[in-house]
């Protein structure tokens, strides 16, 4: 096996948990349009995800604002 062959099912192997991980975070319904189409919802688990994202970035904002405020 070269490693060519070693990259390609490497990326194939990702994109594949990429899809599986998408795949349940995002309910997609069969009528959809498109990725940018407003009928698509986040799924419970999707929900819990992205408030988590948003929750450790709002913690990230507050601890640069900390440490700003500090310096000056």
Aim: proline fraction near 3%; glycine fraction near 6%; hydrophobic fraction near 55%.
């Amino acid at each position: 096996m070269d490693i060519y062959t070693v990259i390609v099912r490497l990326l194939a192997e990702s994109m594949a948990v990429a899809n599986g991980t998408l795949a349940n975070l995002v309910n997609m319904p069969a009528n959809a349009t498109g990725a940018l189409d407003p009928a698509i919802t986040t799924t419970t688990s999707g929900t819990v995800f992205v408030q988590q994202i948003a929750g450790a970035a709002i913690g990230a904002a507050n601890i640069l604002c900390d440490m700003l405020e500090a310096l000056f």
